[in-house]
């Protein structure tokens, strides 16, 4: 049975036309373009109770500058730079996937 099929037998969505298109809505990733999907892993989160749908990005390709502040990586050491970037991925990666990351020892 199709979503909207199933959508059109509930009585609350006759009486609510956005719980209609609600019920047609798969996926975010669906609206943005290819070109920019493939630079971002991403995870669809959706909260049909709530009516909150949203699409976690996290970029593929890595580059410390771009969270740098007042400062680039030719600046730091070696030892710097992967402290700073392993905080940082395990940072992301808590908030991309929504629990807590052991750093690796």
């Known amino acids: ?3 909207t099929r199933r959508c059109t037998r509930n009585p609350f969505v006759h009486k ?6 609600i019920g ?6 669906n609206y943005i373009p290819n070109d920019i999907r493939k630079q971002y892993d991403m995870i669809d989160v959706n909260v049909y109770q ?3 749908f949203h699409t976690k990005c996290k970029l593929r390709e890595f580059d410390l500058d771009s969270y740098l502040f007042e400062l680039s990586k030719d600046q730091l050491t070696k030892e ?3 402290t700073i970037t392993q905080k940082l991925r395990i940072e992301m990666d ?5 629990k807590n990351m052991t750093p690796p020892k």
């Open 50 to 52: 709530e009516h909150i």
């Open 24 to 29: 047609r809505f798969r996926s975010i990733q």
């Open 16 to 21: 609510n036309p956005v719980a209609l298109a």
């Open 94 to 98: 808590e908030i991309f996937y929504g």
């Open 1 to 3: 049975m199709s979503s």
């Open 80 to 82: 710097e730079i992967e």
